[in-house]
């Protein structure tokens, strides 16, 4: 805000135009409470206004800021900044949440949550071709998102089969309940899922809630072409 009796030539004043900055050319008194103020704006147009009291609230001096600022609080920006760092950790240590956490997990346990590469499961197999395995969907959720090694896993080895243990996993391994995230994931590779093989859900529940979380699960499969689930308790 900037009063009448301020507003001298040479100045640059936010508000005599809806979007530009106005430099004034000169000022004319008219009577008492009311001015008119000649300018131009940023094109070159000469323009004039008659400015009374009511005016100067939408009237100010405009500034010269920076781009950017350099006022802001440090610890909060450090305690970004290390956030990020560590968001971005598992680019240089693949297992970074291991190595930095309170528990010392069994290989197997590792294994479970970084998983193995289809690539690498195929040199198993060649090795031993009548091995099977437990495909735990939720854990393949957990280290990729994307679903897409998931789908090679089941488009190479959906006959080695044996067993799909599904929940949500969350980003601390604990597996939870199934939910929209989960489930929306699961249905990108439902149809490559053999309906003759069990599927195990391994959502912590209360008795009451048990139907519950299978009419969840069976949400996974309801896209999925001919799959037709049996209940089991």
Request: charged share 25%; proline share 5%.
């Amino acid at each position: 805000m900037i009063r009448l009796e301020e507003i001298q030539r040479g100045l640059t004043l936010v508000g005599l135009e809806p979007t530009a900055l106005c430099s004034v050319i000169t000022v004319v008194p008219i009577a008492e409470g009311t001015i008119q103020v000649i300018y131009k704006t940023p094109d070159g147009t000469i323009k004039d206004r008659i400015l009374n009291r009511a005016d100067e609230s939408s009237l100010s001096v405009a500034t010269t800021e920076r781009p950017w600022s350099f006022d802001g609080e440090g610890d909060a920006f450090k305690l970004a900044v290390e956030a990020k760092r560590i968001d971005l950790a598992f680019l240089f240590d693949p297992m970074m949440a291991v190595h930095t956490s309170n528990v010392d997990p069994l290989p197997h346990q590792i294994t479970a949550v970084y998983g193995r590469t289809a690539a690498q499961l195929q040199t198993i197999f060649d090795k031993l071709p009548e091995a099977t395995f437990c495909f735990d969907i939720g854990h393949a959720r957990q280290v990729d998102p994307t679903m897409q090694e998931a789908e090679s896993f089941l488009r190479l080895f959906q006959d080695r089969i044996r067993q799909v243990h599904m929940s949500y996993v969350n980003s601390q391994s604990r597996h939870e309940r199934l939910n929209f995230e989960s489930i929306q994931a699961f249905q990108r590779v439902a149809h490559r899922l053999n309906p003759s093989v069990p599927v195990i859900l391994e959502t912590p529940v209360q008795s009451g809630e048990i139907d519950d979380e299978i009419s969840a699960a069976e949400q996974v499969f309801a896209f999925a072409a001919g799959f037709v689930r049996e209940r089991k308790s």
